[in-house]
């Protein structure tokens, strides 16, 4: 059964900092003509580097079918802009946003803003669940079809189309409604990485796609159940969450690298997620892995961007190709579509069809 | 001849634009975004402007649904125009009052990076505490106070974008005021234009006193030849006491501009548009507006209300309040008793913004003569249109501009900082 489980494989292009998206409009280029799922770009105020969001914005209109992924981070932010943003990078990319959500957790990070003191990642990745919550609630707060444009009562929308979110968090509260219109996608994917135990938690709760890090495709695997089965307890159907195994990955200059005590197989190693070996090499952990069902897919993450994508693109995602394990071309238009995910119905929709009041 | 400026609204948030026009698109494609920033670019315009509300306004209690409403965040849709133009300025209107100064800091030097130095910060406060309620900070600030955080706000963050030293290494910084107190490494180098462009927008004293101490471009609502030079000789006066020129701050009014083959059809397609705008439901709004109250019950096409305006109403929410409106009512009631006009028509005539109407060389010759006789250094165009409301202005004006060489052929500098004639500020290591 899980065999047949489409593979989805996604890429990060962060690499030293770019101030320029020459390289970034390439590398994304470079993974949507190996009809990769997504690209991310990695991101944090105390880093050097741009805004990835802007980037990813930037790189929208250079680029037709890749979804693009930049790390937002929620502890210092207004949820309510960050939203506002991630829906508009949705607008500009027709379909194909998403973000992974992040915290803040040091000294540093907090004297950059001066608003409060570092907090323990518990609390930040509690803040950080109801800023996804938040946001959902958000891009739900207009209904589909709210702009009416009605010549004959002069009204542009319906306002009983649009909604008060009144979200009361722990740290914030919203009343919106939005001020941009719900975006293509419904919702923006969510994306989470559950390595940590706080993160585990959110992700269960709020994620599209979850990273998980493991070296063998049994820990993996039992990562992917402890997952499912807590998204499930929260009431979510388990089958709305992808999860996807975080490799960083180091391709080397061979096509297979012979290592002492793995024979001519790849090498696993480091703190459970980082491979060195050939393009073929890796295209043999993610054949395995998926057969086995282990994950849903694979985030990648090169080392040397400039380098390592060109041969995850046309070393390993050719061969996954070849071997009819991943698609050739980008079916459909919408980066949840990449994901097999479905439009999400929108929460405010519900409510009046099913009579309660809103 | 004097050089004038050009800059391009987007038709955003407003009862300025006429969506009911079968021409009329999206207000919220990429697409309509890009013919319009492609045609202010082919007309060699100096920036692309977007305004921002961070609330939906609302009507009493409700939220307002006749105007358009429902826009995208304007620095994430300027970073993609950004890789579909080559030299047009990008002016991103960003409130100082709900946001912080390393993010929009980090987030505007980003925009000016991508864009290879033609980023600009239209700096807003806010009016009132209904559009705190979205964010952490809640509530808002007396205007005093605002104009305060926002001074202080632009100059924080020119800390810390000359944090960066010109050759590219970065230093600590450590900023610590009265609404600020943050100390740490800004993560941007020092980006093509050194500093964005800051532009500004309000009128009260202190928005004047806060534009001529800080900013680069004031957008104006003085649209009268009149007004226009009242305000520019103000401004102009205040920048002395800051060390600085008068060429250092461009004075922009926001105008519109309706075209014909005629004058005579140019006035009729302006009274069209006029009808568009001020609609019988519209009509019946803008008169809520100024008097406080429901006036639902009355008929457009009849006669004023005889109740005198609410002053303490709190029927609008977003939008700025009429100033007076006893003083406004009694103008209102003396132009419909004088002219004899109609709910909708006195609205129709009372609240026309200055436009340019007129053929294309009458309308050249008034934004010279605008320019001329100092009521502006240049214009901003805000269209009835979306996305087309510029081809007309940009095919027939601006040839005409520039063959009578009061506006420029060719972008003769790559940054929005050259366009306007503003020097790159000097690094304050
Ligand atoms: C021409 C003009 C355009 C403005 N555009 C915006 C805008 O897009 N978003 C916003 O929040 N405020 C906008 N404002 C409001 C001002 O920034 C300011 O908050 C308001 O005018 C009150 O300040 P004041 O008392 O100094 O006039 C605009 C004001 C003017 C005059």
């Known amino acids: 059964m899980s065999a047949t489980r489409p593979l989805h494989l996604a890429a990060e292009i962060g690499g030293p900092p770019r101030y320029d998206a020459r390289s970034h409009i390439a590398l994304a280029r470079l993974a949507e003509g190996g009809a990769l799922d997504f690209v991310t770009l990695n991101d944090s105020f105390a880093r050097p580097g741009p805004d990835a969001l802007a980037v990813l914005a930037h790189v929208a209109p250079a680029t037709t079918r890749i979804g693009l992924v930049p790390t937002v981070t929620t502890t210092h ?7 506002s943003a991630v829906a508009t990078l949705d607008w500009v990319s027709k379909g194909r946003a998403g973000w992974q959500a992040d915290v803040s957790t040091t000294e540093a990070e907090a004297r950059l803003f001066g608003r409060r003191p570092a907090a323990p990642a518990s609390t930040l990745w509690q803040e950080a669940g109801e800023a996804a919550d938040a946001g959902a609630r958000l891009w739900d707060s207009w209904e589909d079809g709210a702009e009416i444009r009605d010549v004959a009562t002069g009204r542009f929308i319906d306002r009983d189309k649009l909604h008060y979110v009144d979200f009361e968090g722990s740290t914030f509260s919203v009343r919106g409604p939005a001020i941009v219109p719900r975006p293509p996608q419904g919702r923006p994917v969510t994306v989470i990485d559950a390595t940590s135990g706080p993160a585990r938690e959110a992700a269960a709760r709020h994620a599209d796609v979850a990273y998980v890090r493991a070296t063998s495709p049994e820990q993996a695997a039992a990562l992917r159940d402890e997952l499912r089965r807590s998204a499930a307890a929260h009431g979510r159907d388990p089958d709305s969450l992808r999860v996807l195994a975080a490799l960083t990955v180091d391709l080397g200059d061979a096509e297979t690298t012979p290592e002492p005590g793995l024979g001519s197989g790849p090498q696993l190693a480091g703190r459970g997620t980082y491979f060195r070996g050939g393009p073929v090499d890796l295209a043999e952990v993610i054949t395995q892995w998926h057969r086995g069902g282990a994950v849903d897919g694979f985030h990648l993450t090169p080392i040397t961007p400039e380098r390592d994508l060109e041969r995850i693109v046309n070393g390993t995602v050719a061969l996954l190709q070849h071997r009819s394990l991943f698609r050739t071309f980008h079916p459909g238009g919408t980066l949840r579509e990449h994901l097999g995910l479905g439009r999400p119905a929108n929460r405010y929709t519900l409510t009046s069809t099913s009579g309660a009041t809103s | 001849m004097k050089q004038m400026h050009l800059a391009a609204h987007f038709p955003g948030v407003n009862s300025t634009t ?65 890789a579909v133009t080559e030299r047009l300025g990008l002016a991103a209107t960003v409130n100082a009052t709900f946001n912080e100064p390393y993010e929009l800091a980090r987030r505007l030097a980003t925009l000016d990076h991508l864009s290879e130095g033609r980023a600009a910060w239209n700096v807003v406060t806010s009016s009132d505490a209904f559009t705190g309620e979205n964010f952490r900070r809640g509530g808002y600030l007396d205007r005093a106070d605002r104009y305060t955080r926002a001074a202080e706000f632009v100059s924080t963050a020119r800390e810390l974008w000359d944090s960066w030293t010109p050759d590219g290494t970065s230093r600590p910084f450590a900023h610590s005021g009265q609404h600020f107190e943050i100390s740490g490494e800004f993560t941007v180098p020092r980006s093509p234009q050194g500093h964005p462009v800051v532009i500004q927008a309000g009128d009260s004293d202190e928005g004047r006193e806060f534009a001529a101490s800080t900013a680069d471009v004031i957008f104006t609502r003085h649209g009268t030849l009149e007004a226009g030079r009242t305000f520019y000789a103000d401004v102009k006066a205040r920048l002395k006491k800051y060390g600085r020129q008068p060429g250092d701050l461009k004075i922009m009014p926001g105008v519109t ?72 009512a009694a103008r209102w009631r003396e132009l419909s008793e004088a002219k004899g006009l109609s709910i909708r028509q006195t609205v129709i005539e009372s609240t026309a913004r200055q436009s340019f109407i007129g ?40 040839p005409l501009l520039q063959e009578r060489g009061s506006f420029r052929s060719e972008y003769t500098g790559s940054t929005l900082r050259s366009h306007l004639g503003l020097t790159e500020p000097v690094w304050k290591g």
């Open chain 2, 257 to 328: 501009v309706v075209l014909g083959g005629t004058d005579e059809e140019a006035q009729q397609n302006a009274a069209g548009i006029r009808r568009q705008q001020v609609s019988p439901q519209n009509a019946i709004l803008a008169l809520e507006q100024v008097w406080g109250r429901d006036l639902s019950s009355y008929d457009p096409d009849g006669p004023l209300p005889s109740v005198d305006p609410d002053p303490g109403s709190s029927l609008v929410q977003g939008r700025v309040r009429v100033a007076d409106p006893l003083a406004v």
């Open chain 2, 18 to 82: 006429v969506w009911a026009d079968p021409r009329s698109r999206s207000q919220i494609d990429f697409t309509s975004f890009e013919h319009l920033a492609r045609t202010a670019e082919r007309g060699k315009f100096d920036f692309f402007f977007l305004a921002e509300g961070l609330r939906l306004r609302e009507h009493n209690g409700r939220i307002h649904d006749l105007d358009v409403v429902g826009r995208p965040e304007s620095l994430t849709v300027l970073n993609a125009l950004a």
């Open chain 2, 359 to 398: 053929a294309p060389e009458t309308v050249a010759a008034e934004l010279e003569k605008f320019v001329a006789e100092d009521a502006a250094d240049g214009f901003i165009l805000v269209p009835h249109l979306t996305p087309g409301g510029l081809d007309d202005f940009v095919d027939r004006v601006v």
């Open chain 1, 77 to 83: 932010t207004e949820p309510f802009h960050v939203s």
